[in-house]
């Protein structure tokens, strides 16, 4: 587990195509609208019968200003009036599914998300974080895994005081690069003083970790400027780095329209960038978690990695994957059992359902036994970088290599290419294959269809 990661060119040109990230198997693209408020409640009475804990994901869709890059749900305005009742609904919301759990289902992951979560005012996170406490069981230690994702342009000091004091203990920076020609290519201005001020606030608050995104790929990237962004982020010390490649669809995200195409590096120069980073994340102690991920040693994932406890969820890497995931706001995703469920993406539609008291959720799907093999395989790859067959097989009641034996060519193909070790028993993931993980994972995936892959950014 402990093995660097084999730069191989050859192998990256060769299996470099677009595919899923894999937070969840089946993807979301595969969701569809015969999945109701009914079948989540039906789903919540089975996990409040089974007592299974609980993550939260709240979703705060409101941005200022509007990034040129970003391709998450959000809505841009200036006008902070805009958050109030959309925080009446998420209440409402939060009122609705709290009626169909047990108190004793214990919290242990919170994540609030977005868009800008700071978006909302000390009031209305203080507000919000009540409500939440008044109808969820969130744990009062500072055990559990309470997280929000931070624009340094968005808070100060007294806002992470308010967080530290509302229970969040981890935080997840949107840095993306630190140079000034690239942040005005993408309509994103954050200076490294305001990036630090915010680390150097929850360091002093002690918060248990703290992660920074990068993006490489994005207009006006040079290798050399990357790796100066690079180093200056390792200068700050964070627990965990996500280091995300640039997905340019202008077809599918309206803003990544502004961004001229003349402008992004070529694929030579993203390569480049992505080998320093690797280079320079190696040297400074960050072992590589998974695709595009890496943590310091001592992190809670660098631990459960090792441990073989480390899991996959909706929000990304994790150790609490054995929880049910709640989803709340607009275009929250919930996975609870065999379910997902996903709320309309549309903020009046989402605003609209909960008025009339019913819950925005639309769409979804029942995973199926099938399901759950492949689910099981494909995150054993991604947090692991293996399958022990005998485990599976136990587990499903199946022969490995049958069950599979369509795409077995397919794998002793990567094989002989030096992505994997193979044999009767097991798969193991070699050096050269941890940055292809998702190419190997999506051999196991029965829903790709070539078409719609060209909606997934590339594997690096």
Not at 31 to 36: L, Q, S, T
Not at 191 to 202: G, K, S
């Amino acid at each position: 587990m402990l093995d660097t990661i084999q730069w191989d060119t050859d192998l990256i040109r060769r299996y470099d195509l677009p595919g899923p990230r894999y937070t969840s198997y089946p993807t979301a693209m595969q969701f569809h609208p015969g999945v109701g408020p009914f079948e989540l409640f039906q789903a919540l009475r089975d996990s409040r019968k089974a007592e299974r804990s609980l993550s939260l994901y709240v979703h705060i869709p409101f941005c200022a200003n509007i990034c040129y890059y970003c391709a998450c749900n959000k809505v841009i305005t200036k006008d902070r009036s805009r958050s109030a009742p959309y925080l009446q609904r998420l209440i409402h919301e939060i009122e609705i599914i709290s009626r169909h759990v047990d108190h004793d289902q214990v919290v242990e992951q919170l994540h609030f998300g977005g868009g800008t979560p700071t978006f909302l005012d000390h009031a209305q996170l203080r507000q919000l974080m009540t409500e939440l406490r008044r109808n969820f069981n969130l744990m009062d230690n500072d055990n559990a895994d309470y997280s929000i994702e931070i624009d340094p342009r968005e808070a100060d000091w007294a806002t992470m005081g308010l967080l530290r004091e509302l229970g969040f203990n981890r935080i997840s920076l949107g840095v993306q690069d630190l140079d000034p020609e690239v942040q005005r290519a993408v309509n994103r201005l954050q200076t490294l003083e305001e990036t630090r001020a915010i680390i150097d606030a929850a360091h002093t608050l002690q918060y248990r970790s703290v992660n920074i995104d990068l993006i490489y790929g994005l207009p006006k990237q040079t290798p050399e400027s990357f790796a100066r962004t690079v180093d200056e982020v390792i200068a700050l010390q964070p627990s965990r780095l996500s280091v995300f490649n640039y997905a340019h669809l202008p077809d599918r995200f309206m803003p990544q329209r502004r961004i001229n195409s003349q402008d992004l590096p070529s694929p030579a120069a993203k390569l480049a960038m992505l080998h320093t980073t690797i280079e320079q994340l190696e040297r400074a102690g960050y072992r590589h978690i998974g695709m595009d991920h890496f943590a310091l040693p001592d992190d809670d994932l660098a631990i459960a990695q090792e441990d073989g406890r480390l899991q996959r969820n909706f929000q990304g890497y994790t150790t609490h994957g054995h929880c049910d995931l709640i989803g709340l706001g607009v275009s929250a995703i919930s996975h609870v059992g065999s379910l997902y469920s996903q709320n309309s993406s549309d903020i009046a539609q989402y605003q609209n359902s909960l008025d009339s008291g019913q819950l925005a959720t639309c769409r979804g799907l029942h995973s199926s036994p099938d399901d759950d093999v492949r689910a099981e395989v494909i995150h054993s790859l991604m947090c692991h970088y293996g399958v022990d067959f005998d485990t599976i097989e136990a587990r499903h009641d199946l022969d490995f290599r049958d069950y599979f034996a369509d795409i077995w060519p397919g794998l002793q193909q990567m094989a002989n290419d030096g992505l994997i070790d193979l044999n009767d028993r097991s798969i193991r993931v070699l050096p050269a294959g941890r940055l292809l993980v998702r190419a190997v994972g999506m051999l196991f995936d029965r829903y790709l269809n070539p078409l719609e892959n060209l909606r997934f950014s590339r594997v690096i």
